[in-house]
């Protein structure tokens, strides 16, 4: 049984930090390249960042220089440091984990920024 669980969302105001958190389990995490996807109302989901299996990471342009993504293979977690945050931000974010075609969705948590 796969099961990815977020955690770590919340309401902020702009200018402020949230540290996502996503547990793995049922899987091989070290094996798995992971990323954190968005998705706000009216909008398709958007690839925030992502982290390969040997470390490598990817941003999208709106989130650079921001937010850090980064992961813990003995904790089997993976987690997204936001930092400045806008209100451009505010989406359910949720963590992927892939290998080749597989692929595993947790639920989401919530990420509200507004004054």
């Known amino acids: 049984q796969v099961q990815l669980v977020e955690s770590g969302g919340g309401l902020v105001q702009p200018g402020g930090s949230l540290r996502l958190s996503c547990g793995a389990s049922g899987i091989i995490f070290s094996i798995y390249a992971m990323g954190w996807y968005r998705q706000a109302p009216g909008k398709q989901r958007e690839l925030v960042a992502s982290?390969?299996?040997?470390?490598?990471?990817n941003y999208a342009d709106s989130v650079k220089d921001r937010f850090t993504i980064s992961r813990d293979n003995a904790k089997n977690t993976v987690y997204l440091q936001m930092n400045s945050l806008k209100p451009e931000d505010t989406a359910v974010y949720s963590c992927?984990?892939?290998?080749?075609?597989?692929?595993?969705w947790g639920q989401g948590t919530q990420v509200t920024v507004s004054s």
């Open positions: 992927n984990a892939r290998r080749d075609v597989i692929n595993f």
């Open positions: 982290i390969t299996t040997g470390g490598s990471t």
